[in-house]
């Protein structure tokens, strides 16, 4: 009974989309857009030209943001996040706060020109992994082994078998189909068994494994920006700087401790970098206890992001990820409604 109602469910969104393209074909959905009211912080994560599911959900391609971009212009205010949390809005558009996480060098690539091109604030949320040596993240090195690595691995004395999976919404929020190393004992992902863990252990399996995966004609999907990078970024006017910890742990499953001086140091890092002061924290994978929420205050952070609300506090503002297997019209649909809408 429940795999006839999901599969119903399914085939109702599916169909929904399709008619919802439709009339945009016919020009119907401009008078949407012109009527909707609110404000909205939107993410970004990577952005690429081609291929940009080749290793993960999270990505979207550079063609597609510019198409966001221009409606975005056409019909809605874009406000910068200081804007965002002044509430100066316009009354009579829709009032977006785009973001873009992760510190790719591909943001500044591709998005920096749009930006500019458009004349449209937005702000991105960097770690401090340059400062720790690496020139990627390790979920990111995880998505490049899970595609090049081999059949099996040892890891921490674990054996890890490839396996072609349907990952999971707390593991990938689009769902979707990705090989994955899974544990031989207990079933129990690579991503999963480090997700909770310092950076120790994530570190470890970079070093032990890197030499086995092709890095050329891959940086788009994987590069973070340098120093150098980073700071032309932070001069543009249309830019602003926020902090995403200094290794790209999940904040709310490491000690405390650790946190909070994650938080600092990457804050520290990022202030030395630009000049500037650093008070946007984005939480990585967007979690947080209120244990963290309270750490990154006494860190001087005045503008916290999560994904999804559990704690009401002032200075904690929503955020909903862009879709990468929907359509243009669709996901700004989904953005209208602040739907959490990940169907493929």
Request: charged content about 25%; proline content about 4%.
């Amino acid at each position: 009974m429940k795999t006839a109602l999901r599969s119903f469910s399914i085939w109702r969104r599916k169909t929904s989309y399709a008619w919802q393209d439709a009339r945009s074909l016919l020009g119907l959905t401009a008078d949407t857009f012109k009527a909707a009211r609110g404000a909205r912080i939107i993410v970004y994560h990577g952005i690429c030209e081609h291929d940009h599911l080749r290793f993960n959900n999270i990505f979207l391609l550079r063609k597609t943001l510019e198409q966001h971009f221009r409606i975005f212009k056409k019909y809605f205010n874009v406000v910068s996040m200081d804007d965002y949390y002044r509430q100066r809005f316009d009354s009579r558009r829709l009032n977006i706060c785009i973001h873009f996480d992760d510190g790719y060098a591909n943001q500044l690539k591709y998005v920096l020109p749009l930006l500019e091109e458009y004349r449209l604030p937005a702000s991105f949320f960097i770690t401090a992994i340059r400062d720790a040596g690496y020139d990627l993240l390790w979920n990111d090195f995880l998505g490049l082994l899970n595609r090049y690595g081999p059949k099996e691995l040892v890891f921490q004395n674990k054996l890890f078998r490839k396996q072609q999976s349907i990952l999971p919404r707390y593991i990938s929020s689009a769902g979707g189909i990705f090989p994955r190393y899974v544990s031989t004992a207990g079933r129990l992902g690579l991503r999963e068994t480090l997700m909770p863990l310092g950076f120790g252990p994530k570190a470890a399996l970079i070093d032990e494994f890197g030499h086995l995966l092709p890095r050329r004609n891959n940086e788009d999907f994987w590069l973070q920006m340098t120093t150098g990078q980073i700071r032309t970024l932070s001069r543009s006017a249309y830019v602003t700087i926020g902090a995403h910890g200094y290794y790209h742990n999940d904040l709310s499953k490491i000690p405390l401790a650790d946190a909070e001086k994650e938080m600092l140091s990457c804050r520290r890092f990022l202030e030395n970098i630009t000049g500037k002061a650093i008070k946007a924290l984005a939480f990585p994978y967007g979690t947080y206890t209120p244990a963290l929420l309270e750490a990154a205050k006494r860190a001087n952070f005045s503008q916290l992001l999560p994904l999804g609300i559990h704690h009401p506090d002032r200075i904690l503002r929503e955020r909903l990820i862009i879709n990468p297997y929907v359509s243009v019209t669709n996901q700004l649909l989904n953005i209208i409604q602040k739907r959490y809408d990940f169907w493929r």
